[in-house]
Every structure is written in structure tokens, then in C-alpha cells.
């Protein structure tokens, strides 16, 4: 599913048109990207949540000349499904 898809299903499923959904659609992922910029985590009860990593500094290989180089530390989003969202997957994939 692509994000026009996700628009056009929450239009469908709310009956609101479909300019009104993508500004929803919209607006929510402008939210979620904002506050994990700002270092803080989005938790949606029932569906997971999106917070900042931190990876620490850590030695590594440059895989052309296989010398030892240093990887710097840096920040990267990250999400952690929920008890009920892994469940769900859980049921769907036993069928």
C-alpha cells in the first residue's frame, strides 16, 4: 500500500472526500516526523510508537579496501510495533 492508497481507504472509510483525508493523512505524518525530530516520542495506544535511536560510534570495514574505518554515531527513527499490532499479525498469518 502506498500513501495515496492509504488516503483513498480513509476516505472511503471515514465518507469524508478525499481532499479532506489526504490533509489528515497529511498533518498526522508531518506530526509524527516533527516530534521525533524534536527527540520525542509519538506512542499510539493499540498501534506502537515512534521514537528517535541513537547508535553509538562503532568500528566498521570500508568494504572497497577493507581497511578498519570509524562509523560515527548518529540518530535514526525507529518504531516498535504494539502487543495488540504484533497480535494482529500473529492471527492474520495463522490463517
Known amino acids: ?4 492508497d492509504l488516503i483513498n481507504r480513509v476516505a472511503v472509510e471515514t465518507g469524508v ?10 498533518s498526522t505524518l508531518e506530526t ?10 509519538v506512542v499510539l495506544t493499540g ?5 528517535l535511536r541513537r547508535r553509538r ?4 570495514v570500508d568494504p ?8 560515527p554515531a548518529t540518530e535514526t527513527p525507529g518504531f ?11 492471527e492474520a498469518s495463522e490463517r
Open 32 to 41: 509524527i516526523v516533527d516530534e521525533i525530530a524534536e527527540g520525542r516520542k
Open 57 to 60: 560510534q562503532r568500528r566498521g
Open 17 to 26: 472526500p478525499r481532499v479532506v483525508a489526504a490533509r489528515v493523512v497529511n
Open 47 to 51: 498501534f506502537g510508537t515512534f521514537e
Open 80 to 90: 516498535t510495533a504494539s502487543a495488540t499490532f504484533k497480535g494482529r499479525i500473529r
Open 1 to 4: 500500500m502506498h500513501k495515496n
Open 64 to 71: 572497497r579496501t577493507a581497511a578498519e574505518i570509524t562509523v
